[in-house]
């Protein structure tokens, strides 16, 4: 029979973990310091998470909640890419507020499940962008630039090697190569930003009496329209 998880033990064990590693300045943790800040002996700590890196995992996400908190509760404010904007800045200022999880989010080749979200959410204001027909490359392909670009500038900023310009000034160049202005341009920026459009509108309602096959290189093209 399999013991039970005693809730309360657990979050004792994770506020523990939390200040352990915000207290560490960067340093590793162990888990034998965390068991002793806890007040539990290694078996127990093993019980609730597996292994030290089921610890991190639920520490991260612990100290994500916040992040997230504020990521869901933004609401728009009629520009999307003003939304975008926001939210990069809400994402820089976690990092620089919440070094220690934010390093255990971003900081290792492995990512945690609650990053998910967060990416979940990013692809939402990139949608966007797409359905108001500003966005210059696909869906993907934007995604990809903001998260790498915003990731880069916050651990850099973690680093002591940014601030406030240099974030600044990477987000208006990441916005300007991938969005277009509210009045479209002419052109392949133009035909770009209606691609990226009409691939994100199929995406959310694919036609009923589309093949898969169809579908496949219709997107296909959209996205090279697109430039993703």
């Known amino acids: 029979m399999t013991a039970q998880k005693d809730p309360d ?5 994770l506020r523990a973990a939390a200040r ?3 207290e560490a300045g960067g340093e590793p943790v162990s888990t034998r310091a965390v068991c002793t800040a806890a007040g539990v002996g290694a078996p127990t700590l093993y019980h609730h998470f597996g292994d030290k890196r089921g610890l991190l995992d639920a520490v991260a996400a612990y100290g994500f909640e916040e992040y997230l908190a504020g990521k869901r509760a933004q609401e728009s404010t009629g520009d999307p890419v003003e939304d975008l904007r926001r939210g990069w800045d809400l994402h820089v200022e976690y990092g620089r507020t919440h070094p220690a999880f934010y390093t255990l989010m971003y900081g290792t080749s492995r990512t945690p499940p609650v990053a998910e979200e967060a990416h979940a959410i990013l692809l939402g204001l990139i949608g966007a962008v797409a359905d108001a027909g500003r966005l ?3 869906v993907g392909t934007a995604a990809r630039m903001t998260h790498a670009a915003g990731v880069g500038v916050t651990l ?6 940014g601030d406030d310009e240099l974030s ?4 208006e160049a990441i916005l300007a ?3 277009v202005p509210p009045d479209g341009e002419s052109g392949t920026a133009s035909a770009a930003g209606r691609a990226a459009a009409l691939r994100a509108a199929l995406a ?3 036609p009923p009496h ?4 169809e579908a496949a290189l219709l997107n296909e093209w959209l996205d090279r329209i697109a430039g993703g």
């Open 204 to 206: 959310a309602a694919p």
């Open 9 to 13: 033990t657990r979050d004792r064990i």
């Open 168 to 171: 600044a000034r990477t987000r």
């Open 20 to 22: 352990l590693l915000t």
């Open 177 to 179: 190569a991938i969005t």
């Open 156 to 161: 850099a900023i973690i680093a002591g090697e």
């Open 136 to 138: 210059r490359v696909s």
């Open 210 to 213: 589309m093949t898969a096959s």
